[in-house]
């Protein structure tokens, strides 16, 4: 991504899931909510009481979010605007409650209302690889965005579920030698599997771990229209500071 660290570039892998409501513009809105949530990251526009700061932006990005930190803030935005809603959607596999932050003018938040409303379904995730902490930053920067009035016009056509951090159990098992190509922090990361070692990126088939089974049953119950997937690179070169992957195979 355009940098949350000096020289740490992300990206956002795109899925969509078939249905016969899906129009040929999602994989557009798609790209362009990906790279709408990257670029926040970049350009941040906190409130003039800094209420609202990432752990990364009040360290200097020494360091990043933990659960805690990350469940602070979707309750405080919550509380902040009757637009943002604060729920939970499942459970790791040491029992984390996964927050998830419903966005947009719908009064009630439950998946039935969200179908019933009209709007476009999108899912936003960040950190399903615990290292790659870019997506979960900018996600939070993100829901300050909208508190403050920025991409106004969503609110009319769209309902936002945010997820800033899908594998909480590897997001607190922080190291200084995890992912040690990556550009930072240097207060070090999480690491990549979940408590149970599996790649949550590769179990969307089997489904073995409890929060792999939390995101089919969140998928099931407010059937999003596009999910954007947002992960870090670990210092490979790829000659944009923002890559997107297409549609791919269930299990990658």
């Not at 994989?27 to 209420?51: E, F, H, K, Y």
């Not at 604060?86 to 009630?108: F, M, Q, S």
Request: hydrophobic share 35%; with cysteine.
């Amino acid at each position: 991504m355009a940098t949350l660290n000096p020289a740490t570039a992300a990206h956002g892998r795109l899925a969509s899931t078939p249905a016969p409501r899906r129009s040929r513009c999602t994989w557009g809105l798609a790209r362009g909510l990906a790279a709408a949530v990257l670029l926040t990251a970049c350009n941040p526009s906190p409130p003039p009481d800094d209420a609202f700061l990432t752990r990364a932006e009040r360290t200097d990005y020494r360091e990043t979010s933990s659960y805690a930190d990350v469940v602070d803030f979707l309750e405080r935005a919550a509380a902040a605007s009757p637009m943002v809603h604060y729920t939970t959607y499942g459970y790791t596999t040491e029992g984390r409650a996964l927050p998830l932050a419903v966005v947009g003018d719908v009064g009630d938040p439950s998946p039935a209302n969200v179908r019933a409303s009209g709007k476009t379904v999108v899912y936003l995730q960040g950190n399903i690889h615990a290292g790659e902490v870019c997506g979960k930053e900018a996600l939070q920067m993100l829901l300050r965005d909208l508190l403050a009035g920025r991409h106004g016009a969503w609110r009319e056509s769209m309902v936002l579920l945010v997820a800033p951090i899908y594998n909480a159990d590897g997001n607190e098992r922080v190291t200084l030698t995890n992912r040690g190509r990556q550009h930072g922090p240097v207060g070090g990361m999480g690491q990549r599997p979940n408590a149970q070692g599996y790649d949550l990126n590769r179990d969307h088939m089997k489904l073995e771990s409890s929060e792999a089974r939390s995101v089919a049953r969140l998928f099931g119950s407010y059937d999003p229209h596009v999910a954007v997937d947002l992960h870090t690179t670990n210092g490979t070169q790829h000659a944009y500071h923002l890559t997107y992957s297409p549609p791919l195979h269930p299990n990658t």
